[in-house]
Nanobody
Framework: QVQLVESGGGLVQGGGSLTLSCAAS????????MGWFRQAPGKEREFVAG????????YYEDSVKGRFTISRDNAKNTVYLQMNSLKPEDTAVYYC?????????????????WGQGTQVTVSS
């Protein structure tokens, strides 16, 4: 079956960096748009970043532009989220998700598979 497994979360001081990874199995990875979402306590899950199947197009939520970078390695079936200049408001559980299609979507309902999430906590 399809599995998406996130790793790389943790506790970091404000201004620091983390790199999240999401390893996919059970699907043809290069057929899927990949996205990163996050959910803070008491808030809805929100889009953070997305990348097309070949990796030639990326899209970011406004608050992370210039700080976060999404990338993928189709040979390794893995998508990454490099997070720099982290802020306390970036604290959340981060999820990767896969959408079988060609267009990059930002809505949670458009994604077919989800990982279990990894906690990112940024201290002030």
């Amino acid at each position: 079956q399809v599995q998406l497994v996130e790793s790389g979360g943790g506790l970091v001081q404000g201004g620091g960096s983390l790199t999240l990874s999401c390893a996919a199995s059970g699907l043809t990875f290069s057929w899927y748009i990949m996205g990163w979402f996050r959910q803070a306590p008491g808030k809805e899950r929100e889009f953070v970043a997305g990348i097309t199947r070949s990796g030639d197009t990326v899209y970011y939520e406004d608050s992370v532009k210039g700080r976060f970078t999404i990338s993928r390695d189709n040979a390794k079936n893995t998508v990454y989220l490099q997070m720099n200049s982290l802020k306390p408001e970036d604290t959340a559980v981060y999820y990767c998700a896969a959408h079988h299609g060609v267009a990059l979507h930002t809505n949670t309902h458009d994604y077919d598979y989800w990982g279990q999430g990894t906690q990112v906590t940024v201290s002030s």
